[in-house]
């Protein structure tokens, strides 16, 4: 089946402006998760939604990143008066996750390429 | 403070020549470990998920393992195509529940011919 998408694949943006990232989970995986990797840093988590809900946003690393999910499926993470330092791969990724506190494999989208100007 | 340090950072290997790479953590409790494959411009590709100390999986030229500190991802007789970056990620257990990954910084393999 498909697997997770994300759009764009590429955003190329001025400092200041606002930036949309796009994620469509897997088919009836109900957990989701973004994660940001920069340039020689690992995978660092931003935030993880169980169906609409996210129980836990401690990664976001500033008020000017904010993230939705609706009707338990697509997720758009927002960046405001993006910063040189906003410059990443943002990944999403999603997971069964039936029940909360199980283990599932979290399967990854191919990223948006994110460069600030 | 949940921590994973691989090592090495780089892994140059010619064909054939088996090796393994190291995955070391910290975490107040376990709930799973993970490896992932990572090739240039995409996601992270899933590889295996270890649970408790002492447990191995096998996957092609693929093994990993685990103890209470560290886990070893060991390639026999490795081929160019397993060039890539590997990744090693814990799944901490949480009050809250939180699915969150944390990963370590990855290890670049490259397999010459």
């Known amino acids: 089946g498909a697997g997770v998408s994300q759009s764009p694949s590429n955003k190329v943006t001025e400092k200041g402006k606002d930036v949309e990232l796009r994620c469509d989970p897997i088919?009836?995986?109900?957990?989701l998760y973004w994660y940001r990797q920069s340039l020689g840093q690992g995978l660092e988590f931003l935030i993880y939604?169980?169906?609409?809900?996210?129980?836990?946003k401690s990664g976001l690393p500033s008020d000017r990143f904010s993230a939705e999910r609706t009707g338990g499926s697509v997720s758009t993470l927002t960046i405001q008066r993006t910063q040189q330092e906003d410059s990443a791969v943002y990944l999403c990724?999603?997971?069964?996750?039936?029940?909360?506190?199980?283990?599932?494999?979290?399967?990854f989208g191919p990223g948006t390429r994110l460069t600030v100007l | 403070e949940d921590q994973v340090t691989q090592s090495p950072e780089a892994l140059r290997l010619q064909e054939g020549e088996s090796s393994s790479l190291n995955c070391s953590y910290t975490v107040s409790g376990l709930r799973g470990l993970f490896w992932y494959r990572q090739d240039p411009g995409k996601g992270p590709e899933f590889l295996f998920t270890?649970?408790?100390a002492g447990e191995e999986k096998e996957k092609e030229r693929l093994k990993a393992t685990l103890t209470k500190k560290e886990s070893f991802l060991h390639i026999t007789a490795p081929k160019p195509e397993d060039s890539a970056t590997y990744l090693c990620a814990v799944q901490p257990i949480t009050q809250g529940g939180s699915e969150k990954l944390v990963f370590g910084k990855g290890t670049k393999l490259t397999v010459n011919p």
């Open positions: 990724a999603s997971s069964l996750a039936l029940r909360q506190g199980r283990t599932d494999t979290q399967y």
């Open positions: 088919s009836g995986h109900t957990a």
């Open positions: 270890l649970y408790s």
């Open positions: 939604f169980q169906g609409n809900s996210a129980p836990d």
